[in-house]
């Protein structure tokens, strides 16, 4: 089994940074995948970035695209979530997901979840 933990959530205002963290356990060393999705009150969960723990792919969502960057440290089993000029729609709680296969899978769908992060950006 693997257990994700989120870290690193908080308020800023618009235009501002915030850096999320997760850290992986268990059964580490088969993730394959590791990534962010997001969910804001009343609206359907949205898949943020993922990234492949071997190799160099890496998807964003076209919405985060030029504004986040997902990078990892795999000596640490962590993944990182720098996201830089927030907007208030980007206001929501971030889960950490993983997965042990990369193939044909959205991060939405990724099996180990976190507790989430609540990321709040006022305007």
């Known amino acids: 089994q693997v257990q994700v933990v989120e870290s690193g959530g908080g308020s800023v205002q618009s235009g501002g940074s915030l850096r999320l963290s997760c850290a992986a356990s268990?059964?580490?060393?088969?993730?394959?995948?590791m990534g962010w999705f997001r969910q804001a009150p009343g609206k359907q969960r949205e898949g943020v970035a993922n990234?492949?723990?071997?190799?160099?792919?890496?998807l964003y969502a076209d919405s985060v695209k030029d504004r986040f960057i997902i990078s990892r440290d795999t000596a640490k089993n962590t993944v990182y979530l720098q996201m830089n000029s927030l907007k208030p729609e980007d206001s929501a709680k971030y889960y950490c997901?993983?997965?042990?296969?990369?193939?044909?899978?959205?991060?939405?769908?990724?099996?180990?979840r976190g507790q989430g992060t609540q990321v709040t950006v006022s305007a």
């Open positions: 997901a993983a997965d042990q296969i990369c193939w044909n899978r959205r991060v939405v769908t990724f099996p180990f």
């Open positions: 268990g059964d580490t060393a088969s993730i394959k995948c």
């Open positions: 990234i492949h723990m071997a190799g160099d792919t890496i």
